[in-house]
T-cell receptor
Framework: AQSVAQPEDQVNVAEGNPLTVKCTYS??????LFWYVQYPNRGLQFLLK??????LVKGSYGFEAEFNKSQTSFHLKKPSALVSDSALYFCAVSEGSTLGRLYFGRGTQLTVWP | DADVTQTPRNRITKTGKRIMLECSQTKGHDRMYWYRQDPGLGLRLIYYSFDVKDINKGEISDGYSVSRQAQAKFSLSLESAIPNQTALYFCATLRGNQETQYFGPGTRLLVL
């Protein structure tokens, strides 16, 4: 069965510092991995995805994520955090044969302090 | 205009009432999904549809039903609402030959 773990409910970081939001996954086949962000009172916005190819993927708003097959991880990173990055971040996984079904982690609340 | 819209955005109802949440999309995607979000649980799949004639149950379909009236419209019904259905509900769409789902703004439902 497919599953996603986000081990940290909350991540706090000072503005200008690098940030990392962690995600590990479990799938029975090749994983399709996604990061979504949710701002207060808003829907989910797509940030980036890994399907195949280069393990480092770049997405919106300066975010990037690294796929690590041996560690089954897909951590979200940004070199320099902004206060406006404060939001709820979800990691999600889909497996090719499940035809677009996404399995989400519980979410990580990122707070960037000025 | 938004590509995926949901109505209503907020709803308060009472236990036992029937309620319908609606989702419309202008993206031309064939696949549509309903999720619910609960604090600390992430999003869980309720139902999904690959086209008008194809409806499938997700992880937590009990107490819910859906209708795909057209390619662009996918409705979620609670036949007899109960308090533990209080949640934030999201609709999402996907083009069949792609990977990325696109989400609506959500409907916040409170069942008293």
């Amino acid at each position: 069965a497919q599953s996603v773990a986000q081990p940290e409910d909350q991540v706090n970081v000072a503005e200008g510092n690098p940030l990392t939001v962690k995600c590990t996954y479990s799938v029975s086949g090749n994983p399709y991995l996604f990061w979504y962000v949710q701002y207060p009172n808003r829907g989910l916005q797509f940030l980036l995805k890994y399907i195949t190819g280069d393990n480092l993927v770049k997405g919106s708003y300066g975010f990037e994520a690294e796929f690590n097959k041996s560690q089954t991880s897909f951590h979200l990173k940004k070199p320099s955090a902004l206060v406006s990055d404060s939001a709820l971040y979800f990691c999600a996984v889909s497996e090719g044969s499940t035809l677009g079904r996404l399995y989400f982690g519980r979410g990580t609340q990122l707070t960037v302090w000025p | 205009d938004a590509d995926v819209t949901q109505t209503p955005r907020n709803r308060i109802t009472k236990t036992g009432k029937r309620i319908m949440l609606e989702c419309s999309q202008t993206k031309g995607h064939d696949r549509m999904y309903w999720y619910r979000q609960d604090p600390g649980l992430g999003l869980r799949l309720i139902y999904y549809s690959f086209d008008v004639k194809d409806i499938n149950k997700g992880e937590i379909s009990d107490g819910y039903s859906v209708s795909r009236q057209a390619q662009a419209k996918f409705s979620l019904s609670l036949e007899s609402a109960i308090p533990n259905q209080t949640a934030l509900y999201f609709c999402a769409t996907l083009r069949g030959n792609q990977e990325t789902q696109y989400f609506g703004p959500g409907t916040r439902l409170l069942v008293l």
